[in-house]
């Protein structure tokens, strides 16, 4: 499963350094955004990409302050990953992709495809961030991000307690320890918490933190939804503790066309508690929505 993952390209995208994989040489290309946090591409996707690529060219990236894309300076915010989502596919030279993104990822590629809906044939957004004006305990939360070092601290406590990491995943897989590949997918997880100390990375990345305001969120893209003029696919586990039914509800209805799946027995990374049914659900959209001569 890994063999995807041990040959990459490393580039330069808006300044600073992008690892790129990329399986299937045939097909409409398809380009793979993860989330957040401790997310990773060989993480999120190891099991998807594979079989994606049996139909479409695939190219995944670490984002930046993930994985091999290291060391990043300045603020990663939502304006940045519009401007870095353009020049990125300048750099991979692709005219137009379809985009698959979860939670962080998801919420990227929602805004790119609202910006430059003529670079985005289809979306396929997986629990995504930025959808809603409130989270709960909204004023808590930004006081929590606010607070100087917290975010620094966050970072080094976990990399110095890899047995919160485990303990984390065990709680959110809705298998848990009998998650497929779940080892391998804790120590990716440990070694991404012991990266984010050692560049003295943020524990929650940019996106995620300038999103919030005191009482609302600065980033909802509810608001702009109405005017997506790409084909989308709103997904979202039925035990999703971060995304609601009810916020992805609303995108559906918000947006020309487009549809929501709930995949049942999933959690918010959908692609670790059901790689099967996700990849059957990807593909058939994608068979819909993309030429194949593309």
Do not use: C
């Not at 300048?90 to 430059?116: E, N």
């Not at 009482?215 to 035990?239: C, E, I, K, Y």
């Amino acid at each position: 499963m890994t063999s995807l993952f041990e040959t990459h390209t490393d580039l330069t995208v808006s300044g600073g350094p992008v690892r790129h994989h990329q399986v299937g040489d045939t097909g409409p290309p398809v380009l793979l955004l993860h989330g957040a946090m401790l997310d990773t591409a060989q993480g999120v996707w190891r099991r998807v990409a594979p079989a994606l690529a049996a139909d479409h060219q695939v190219h995944l990236v670490d984002l930046p302050r993930h994985g091999g894309s290291r060391p990043w300076q300045g603020v990663l915010d939502d304006a940045f990953y519009r401007r870095f989502l353009d020049e990125l596919l300048d750099t991979l030279d692709l005219p137009q992709v379809a985009m698959i993104g979860l939670s962080m990822g998801g919420g990227i590629a929602t805004g790119y495809a609202l910006d430059h809906p003529e670079r985005v044939s289809s979306l396929i957004a997986v629990g995504p961030g930025g959808i809603g004006a409130r989270r709960r305990a909204q004023l808590l939360t930004w006081l929590f991000l606010r607070a100087p070092g917290t975010m620094r601290l966050t970072s080094r406590y976990l990399a110095r307690r890899p047995e919160l990491v485990r303990k984390s995943m065990l709680s959110s897989l809705t298998a848990g320890a009998d998650t497929q590949d779940f080892e391998d997918i804790v120590r990716l997880a440990t070694e991404e918490a012991r990266a984010k100390d050692a560049h003295g990375e943020p524990g929650l990345d940019d996106w995620q933190t300038q999103a919030y305001g005191p009482f609302s969120m600065r980033l909802n893209l509810l608001l702009d939804l109405p005017r997506l003029a790409v084909p989308t696919l709103w997904v979202r586990g039925d035990q999703d503790s971060l995304v609601g039914h009810a916020e992805l509800s609303a995108a559906a209805a918000a947006a020309p066309g487009s549809r929501l799946v709930t995949v049942a027995d999933a959690g918010h990374i959908v692609t670790y508690d059901q790689p099967d049914e996700f990849t059957r659900l990807a593909r058939a959209f994608l068979a819909e929505t993309l030429d194949p001569r593309a």
